[in-house]
């Protein structure tokens, strides 16, 4: 019986790619010509996802100045028509109760130095205030605040009704005699977000109480906060006339305080607000009437 010869093929088995390990690092060894995209990714340095991540959004600059919407084309009012517009919005309510504010903005840096400031207008606005004086009781200086009007006077008293939180004052100021007593009493967690703990910044701890009381009455304290200050600058039954004397005797007094810190950073007015308690505001163009302004006269509330 004869053999047939059997052909053997010869069968090699193809190595299959190892793909890389966790940590990029290939487990075995691979050839470069069946998976070359892999090892063209690592050679790249590249993510395995495929794409790269998408670069990191640059920090949004920040501003250093305030930010102000530009005026140049806004419309502004003499001051007569401000107060017929803004005296319409307070029909029916007692000429007494509510309050012209004024806003002055100014262009700043945010870290420049603040205006703090107190003066007192030629015709008083607020009709309703209560000092109070911390200094020894029995004493000349007590009597000197009873007569110049303070309505609470002494010490131990005075800082045992904070203490309590019975805050019957809307300003106080302290001898400099009872100055260390006031701050050994730890009172500054009450009265500072009150904006009444005395200090010398704010010229509330004084030697002279009787000139400080007369200067409160009738004054007022103004301060710059995000670049504006905020005044109440008259109430509802004001003529224009007073209004507009008190408006002169702040914006002189408020452009000494800026000259006065000119040497250390520059302020520049941007713009001056006029509003009521239950209005909203007009920008002032510095007139006192214009063409289509009523009489002072109508404008005086009887």
Known sequence: ???????????????????????????????????????????????????????????????KEFQRVPVADSQKFALCDAIRYLRAYEVGRPPMIPKFELAVSFRTLKNAPVIRNRMKLPNAVSSSQRIAVI??????????AK????????????LDAIKEERIEFNQLICHQDSAMKLNKAGVGKILGPKGLMPSTKTKTIVSNVGATIDGMIGGTEYRERIGVVR??????????????????AFMTNLRKDIDRISDQVGKDIHEVVLSSTNGPGFILNGDFRSHNSLPTKDLSVP
């Open 1 to 63: 019986m004869a053999c047939k010869a059997v052909a053997r093929t010869q069968v090699i088995p193809i190595a299959r790619p190892i793909l890389p390990g966790r940590y990029g690092a290939p487990s075995s060894p691979l050839l470069p010509f069946l998976v070359p995209s892999i090892f063209a990714r690592n050679a790249s340095g590249g993510p395995r996802g495929g794409k790269k991540d998408a670069p990191s959004a640059r920090k949004k600059r920040e501003r």
């Open 135 to 144: 200094c020894p009781p029995d004493s000349p200086i007590a009597e000197e």
């Open 147 to 158: 007569k110049a009007g303070a309505t609470l006077v002494g010490e131990d008293s005075v």
């Open 231 to 248: 005044l109440a600058i008259g109430q509802l039954g004001f003529t224009p006339e007073q209004m507009q004397a008190n408006i002169r």
